[in-house]
């Protein structure tokens, strides 16, 4: 009988914090971003329009978890974004600031920065989660495709 209420109570256990675990495991790895990043570089140098309709694809491969891969060229034009396609309209974003209160910082002039003077990095910024208007912090990986004008990133929230 004492083994059944405590096997009962393991169920039970088990079953309130099954959902949690679930949203533990949607967060996306840092190391997962880069070997994203890395994937979507491969193709866009294999074939650089399929790589940005599949970039540009919200039911693709490189949206995933709670993150996306997304592409600009080094003049700040976003080339492809699942979530936001109408970035894609906007021209040159060097002039939006990220939504820091204190201390804004222009991410897209940064995301160009990293690409060209390293090849590759993470940037530390404050934007809002989609379905949101309250910043948070972000941290996004920008790399260099090859020796191309075009970069792609990926951005975990905290």
Known sequence: MKSKIVFLAFLLLS?????????????????EIVEMCKKAETLLLTNKEAGIAEIANKEGQFVWKNTYVFLMDLDGNMLAHP?????TEKGPLFHVADKNPDKPKMIFVEFVDIAR???EGWIWYMWPKPNSREPVDKFTYIRRVGFTDMLVGAGIYK
Not at 83 to 87: A, C, E, G, S
Request: without cysteine; proline residues 8%.
């Open 117 to 119: 003077k390293n090849g």
């Open 15 to 31: 079953s309130m914090l099954l959902p949690f675990v679930a949203v533990a495991e949607e967060d996306a790895s840092r190391e």
């Open 83 to 87: 979530m936001i396609p109408q970035l």
